[in-house]
């Protein structure tokens, strides 16, 4: 799965993403801080975690704290608040 198609993932039926088509277009080209400050919050964590960068996840993390006065910690809880996880195989992507 392309990052931008999983930055802006919606929900999945069986194995085909349904990805924000409007979104992805808008805002596909930013990074993982410039999503969180445009207040993206989902969308950045998804791009941390598409990274694979413990210092792009601890960075949105702090950023994300800072923002909105939230304790969570640990990217598991994050995960459970955004419903996001692993990028996962899908034969193939719809946008609406």
């Known amino acids: 799965m392309k990052r931008d198609d999983f930055v802006f993932t919606i929900g999945f039926h069986g194995n085909v993403a349904i990805v924000d088509g409007k979104a992805k277009r808008k805002y596909g080209k930013l990074g993982t801080m410039e999503l969180a400050e445009r207040g993206l919050y989902r969308s950045a964590f998804a791009s941390a975690l598409y990274a ?45």
Do not use: H, W
């Not at 950023?63 to 899908?90: H, M, N, P, W």
């Open 52 to 96: 694979g960068s413990e210092f792009e996840l601890e960075q949105f993390m702090e950023y994300y704290r800072a923002q909105t006065g939230s304790e969570i910690t640990g990217v598991e809880s994050f995960k459970r608040l955004f419903g996001v996880d692993e990028a996962r195989e899908v034969s193939k992507t719809i946008a609406v």
